[in-house]
Structures are given as structure tokens and as C-alpha cells.
């Protein structure tokens, strides 16, 4: 029997805080399917023993922030966690900086409820509709040319100012989106099931005109899944949460990191997992989280 739930761990630092949240997954889930990717050329594992339900994905990707190896890693993995024979019903996707804020049973039973195939937080894309400043800035990441592109916008150590141009007359044919292939932007954590696994895996291996173009975006991570998945609505029932518990009142790049001040919120919150987590930065807050999750 399939196990209810399973985890894609990706992550590049933090080995202590990540190996951490490997053991709170075990405890909670009954050592659920763990397929990790781990980027070893950022940083090493310590040299432990880890339990039979973790497999690694080996060799890794060797993984850029903002560049479509993130992409890559992540199809390594949902396919490598789909080849298992203990696969299970659906797959929560982590970052090391993730960690559980509701007890197990009550993430099982949210996830079952509705029969989803997805729970993926999105939006539908467009020149047309740039009515908010971050439909703003999706257009401008995911629809626009983006120079320099984000290949070269690292190897250029970022010093370079990015500028974004709609693609006009014969260039907007080098866009993969028409009406039947229409752009979605979220976040880039979800949670999906085997359909949702082997429906973005067989996409990726018969259409890569949309892997083409993404390689050259800013942030495929979070549009590249959404568009495969929102343009298969026909076939997939996706559910517009991904239970993520996100605090960005700090209007930082990066979520605010969550400490102790913030136990109230995500306790009375209805999300399954938070991030921005640094046990460096506030260690006691991880275990309290331990002692609600374990009721």
C-alpha cells in the first residue's frame, strides 16, 4: 500500500538545519519516501548514516538561484521519487529553510480533502492584466526578454542592471505561449500527486520548445511547473494553496526569517509548513514547533 505522503528535499547549505527537518519528517510521518537532491557542490552532508527511506539523487544538479538547473533538479527528483517502489499517493516539495507547523494527521487529512491532484499557489499570466505591481513583475519575468539573461546575468557576478522589453512583431513568435499555452506564475513549492509527477515528467520529455524558453528566464522555478500544470486543467483538479505559511511584511527579496514573535501566527494559521526557518538565528522556535506538531 502507497504510502499517503512523501517529501522532495532540495537544498544546498544548512546541512544541520536540514538533517533536522529529514528527522522531524520521520518522526512525524513514520519515515515517509524522502527523494532528496542535495547540491554537494555548495556545501557537504555530514557523514552520517541516513535511514532506508531516503534515497539522494545521484550525481546531483549543480544548482544556480534564479537559473533553470533549480527546474532540473526538481524533474530529477519527482522522477526518481515516481521510480520507487514505496512511491506514495503525493509528494510535498521543501527547501531546507521549510519546516512542519501542523501535526501530521492534520496535513494528511487537508491533503485528501477536495481529491486533489495539486495544491499549487498561482496565477494566470498576461500582457493584458498587469493590474497589481507583482502581476507586474511576473509579466516582466516570465513574458518578457530579459537582458542580460540568467546564464549571463551570474556569470557577469550580477553587476549589470537586468532591463525587461515585450517581445513585438516577428520576435513574439519565440514566445511558447498562445491561448492554448497560456503563462502561470507562483510559488515555486507545491504539493502533487503521481498524476501530477508523470504528467509534468512526460511534458517535459515530448514538448521541450517550453524548457527552451524557460532556460533563459529569470525564476523558472516558479512558472515553469504552473504553466505545464494550469494548461492540463482538463485533466488535473489543482487546488490554489500550496499550505505555505510565507511573512513577507519585511518587502525583502527573500521572506522574512521566522523567530519565536512569530509562534502565535503560525500556530493559528491554517498552512501546513512555513519558511523562512534559521536555526543559527532562533533555535527555540523549532522546538516548539516540535511539541505542537507532535500532538
Given amino acids: 500500500m502507497s504510502a499517503p505522503l512523501g517529501f522532495i528535499l532540495l537544498t544546498h547549505g544548512g546541512p544541520r538545519q536540514s538533517l533536522r527537518l529529514m528527522d522531524r519528517l520521520n518522526a512525524m510521518f513514520n519515515f515517509p519516501p524522502i527523494v532528496w537532491h542535495h547540491d ?5 552532508l555530514p557523514e552520517t548514516k541516513f535511514p532506508p527511506n531516503v534515497s539522494f539523487v545521484r550525481p546531483h544538479v549543480k544548482t544556480n538561484w534564479t537559473e533553470f538547473s533549480v527546474v532540473q533538479a526538481e ?27 501542523k501535526p501530521a494527521r492534520q496535513i494528511i487529512a487537508d491533503l485528501q480533502a477536495g481529491d486533489f491532484d495539486g495544491h499549487l499557489d498561482f496565477r494566470r499570466i498576461s500582457e493584458e492584466d498587469q493590474s497589481t505591481p ?12 530579459n537582458f542580460p539573461p540568467a546564464p549571463l546575468f551570474r556569470w557577469m557576478n550580477r553587476r549589470w542592471p537586468m532591463f525587461t522589453r515585450p517581445y513585438r512583431g516577428p520576435f513574439k513568435r519565440l514566445l511558447p505561449f498562445s491561448r492554448e499555452l497560456e503563462c502561470y506564475a507562483g510559488s515555486q ?4 500527486s503521481r498524476r501530477v509527477a508523470e504528467y509534468i515528467l512526460e511534458f517535459h520529455r515530448t514538448k521541450p520548445k517550453l524548457a527552451r524558453f524557460y532556460r533563459w528566464t529569470m525564476f523558472p522555478d516558479e512558472s515553469y511547473f ?19 505559511y510565507l511573512d513577507w511584511s519585511e518587502c525583502e527579496i527573500h521572506p522574512k526569517t521566522l523567530k519565536m514573535e512569530d509562534l502565535p501566527k503560525l500556530l493559528a494559521s491554517p498552512h ?11 533555535a527555540e522556535i523549532f522546538d516548539r514547533l516540535d511539541e505542537f506538531t507532535r500532538a
Avoid at 554537494?40 to 557537504?44: D, N, T, V
Avoid at 524533474?75 to 507547523?101: C, H, K, N, T, W
Fill in 40 to 44: 554537494f557542490s555548495k556545501c557537504a
Fill in 226 to 244: 504552473h504553466t505545464i500544470v494550469m494548461n492540463a486543467e482538463s485533466r488535473l483538479k489543482i487546488n490554489n494553496n500550496n499550505w505555505r
Fill in 75 to 101: 524533474l530529477r527528483a519527482m522522477a526518481q521519487m515516481y521510480e520507487r517502489p514505496d512511491a506514495p499517493e503525493r509528494f510535498v516539495l521543501l527547501s531546507g529553510a521549510d519546516y512542519p507547523i
Fill in 189 to 192: 513549492w507545491f504539493v502533487g
Fill in 134 to 145: 507583482h502581476l507586474t513583475t511576473l509579466y516582466r519575468r516570465h513574458i518578457c526578454f
Fill in 272 to 282: 501546513h509548513f512555513a519558511r523562512k526557518f534559521n536555526l543559527e538565528v532562533d
